[in-house]
């Protein structure tokens, strides 16, 4: 009959029930319940699978494929996404942090690291990339200036 999928799941029953129950992400209880499906009988082609799942035919077959290719793991790895670069590298945050931790040659405003940035590695960040920065990422602050 067309349509009908053949794979073999090396899975038994009661570890795709155990794994079902410990998903943390919905894909990955999609994709191990479309295993289930499959394994128990309850549908028999990817298109009655795919309306059961509520997904597309295509994404059932993608799943499938990479079941196939790479096994469960494969199957639920999850992708990351690049996201933004951050303003400021890890080289020259790595020295940030080591000038901000440092009492005798720390930094005394956000202008003044802005400043050092741009001269010492080109980086021409905005104030609140480097605010956030040295509060949020390093969790530091500036030295007070006692000179009175």
Known sequence: MAGVCK???TETVPE???LLNHQKTASGFQK??????????QVATV??????????RITVQRWLRQYRK????GLLQVKQNGGRKP???????????KRLNDPDNGFQSYGEIQTWLQEEYNINASY?????????????????????
């Not at 790479?70 to 793991?73: F, N, Q, T, V």
């Open 87 to 97: 303003a400021i590298p890890a080289e020259a945050r790595d020295q940030l942090e």
């Open 32 to 41: 191990i319940q479309a295993l289930y499906l499959l394994k128990i009988g």
């Open 7 to 9: 794979i073999e799941i």
């Open 128 to 148: 609140k990339a480097v605010y956030a920065t040295v509060r949020y990422q390093l969790k530091s602050k500036l030295i007070k200036n006692n000179k009175k």
């Open 16 to 18: 795709l029930k155990k």
């Open 47 to 56: 298109t009655e699978l795919a309306v059961t799942l509520g997904v597309n």
């Open 70 to 73: 790479d096994g469960l793991p």
